[in-house]
């Protein structure tokens, strides 16, 4: 899961470093064309190669103003500050060379191998009954 998230972020730095868009076309208010694109790409719906007057909304429009078509880019973009993170490292050289004797060369033994259980160990006998000694009884 985590080199999937990994991978969609690093895809996801990559296209807005690149400069992808997503530009979409609308002509009398409803979309016409939508397109991924690299950088600003003007989308047409062919209105402005028809004749010099087009018909927008009932009334007549010359194709130089068009005011029926209109395109919107989406740009996805990072900081212009971005920069590259980065850190001092420092170590200490005591955990280092018990970093790597233990976790590297793991010739170091703590313990003893030999495990003492007490599963076969008797309680001493009692010398006195200490119930009938102090008189307590568990009624």
């Known amino acids: 899961m985590k080199k999937i998230i990994s991978i969609l972020l690093s895809i996801l730095m990559l296209a ?46 010359a194709s130089e103003t068009h005011g029926c078509c209109k ?21 200490n050289k005591t955990f280092v060379a018990t970093f790597v004797s233990v976790f590297v060369v793991k010739e170091v033994e703590i313990t003893s191998a030999k495990k003492i259980f007490f599963a076969d160990y008797s309680p001493p006998p009692l010398e006195q009954d200490l119930n009938i000694l102090y008189e307590t009884f568990l009624i």
């Open 16 to 61: 807005s470093s690149s400069g992808i868009a997503y530009a979409q076309h609308f002509c009398g208010g409803m979309e016409m064309m939508a397109e991924v694109t690299l950088g600003e790409t003007h989308l047409s719906c062919g209105m402005e190669e028809e004749a010099p007057t087009a018909v927008c909304d009932g009334e007549s429009v």
């Open 71 to 91: 395109n919107h880019i989406t740009k996805i973009q990072t900081d212009d500050n971005f920069a590259k993170a980065s850190f001092d490292l420092k170590l």
